[in-house]
C-alpha cells in the first residue's frame, strides 16, 4: 500500500476540460460562420408566430416569399413569445420552405461562456501543478528533512470520478501543515500510528513527501 500523488488524475482532467473548452469554441465559431454565411445569401423577411405549443416548447410561422404563403416550425422557442409576434428570418431562395432565425446570439454568448470557462480552469489546474512540481523539487533540494508524527489523514470536499480526496495533517511548533491532495489506492488501510517525511525549507516552504505514509515503529524524529 502506497499514497501516490494526484498529478496524473489532474493531467487527465486537465486534458477533458481542454478538449470541452475547444470543443465549445469551436462549435461556437462554428455557428457564426454558419450565421454569417445565411445572412449574406439568403433573402431576409419577416414573418409571424400562428402558433405557439408550449408543451413541446415549439412554434409555427406565417411568412410570404416571392408572392407565396408559406408556413415553417423553426428550432427556436421562448416561453415570452406570442401569437402574432414579429420575428426577422432568413429565406433559403433555393428551397423556401427551409428558414433560419437569428436569435441565437444567446447560443454563441453560452458556447463562448463554457468555451472559456473550460480552458481558464485547465490554465488553472497546470499553474496549480507546476507550482506544486517546483515547490517539491525546491524542497528536495533546499529542506532540511524530518520524519513527523502524522495528525490526521483528513478527507476533503474534492473529489475525482466519485472519488475522494484526502491529504496529511501534520503539526510541527503549534503549526499545522498539509500535504498535496490524493485518492486513496484500492488496497489502502488506515495507519493508527504513523508517520511521514517531511521537508522544511528556511525560506518557510516546505514539502511532504506521501509516499512515505508508513508506521512508526522505533523512528525518532530529530528537532529541526
Known amino acids: ?41 439568403w433573402i431576409e423577411e419577416t414573418a409571424t408566430i400562428i402558433e405557439i405549443n408550449h408543451f413541446k ?16 416550425v423553426p428550432s427556436f422557442y421562448s416561453s415570452e413569445l406570442s401569437i402574432g409576434d414579429i420575428l426577422m ?31 481558464v480552469v485547465s490554465v488553472v489546474i497546470l499553474f496549480l501543478s507546476y507550482r506544486e512540481k517546483k515547490n517539491k523539487k525546491h524542497c528536495l533540494e533546499n529542506g532540511k528533512k524530518r ?16 472519488k475522494t480526496y484526502y491529504c496529511i495533517i501534520v503539526s510541527n511548533n503549534g ?13 489502502f488501510s488506515f495507519i493508527n500510528d504513523a508517520v511521514v517525511d517531511i521537508y522544511f525549507c528556511e525560506d518557510g516552504k516546505y514539502y511532504i513527501d506521501i509516499t512515505t505514509y508508513r508506521e512508526k515503529i522505533d523512528i525518532l524524529d530529530e528537532e529541526w
Open 1 to 41: 500500500m502506497k499514497l501516490n500523488s494526484s498529478i496524473k488524475n489532474k493531467t487527465i482532467a486537465t486534458i477533458i476540460l481542454v478538449v470541452m473548452g475547444l470543443g465549445f469554441l469551436v462549435a461556437a465559431i462554428l455557428l457564426h460562420i454558419n450565421d454569417y454565411n445565411i445572412k449574406n445569401n
Open 57 to 72: 416548447e415549439n412554434i409555427k410561422i406565417s411568412y410570404s416569399y416571392n408572392g407565396v404563403q408559406y408556413t415553417d
Open 89 to 119: 428570418i432568413s429565406i433559403n431562395p433555393n428551397n423556401p420552405h427551409e428558414t433560419y432565425l437569428h436569435n441565437m446570439n444567446l447560443i454563441f454568448i453560452l458556447f463562448y461562456v463554457f468555451g472559456g470557462i473550460f480552458l
Open 147 to 162: 520524519v513527523i508524527d502524522v495528525v490526521e489523514l483528513r478527507k476533503t470536499n474534492y473529489y475525482y470520478n466519485k
Open 175 to 187: 503549526m499545522e501543515y498539509k500535504s498535496e491532495l490524493f485518492l486513496l489506492p484500492k488496497d
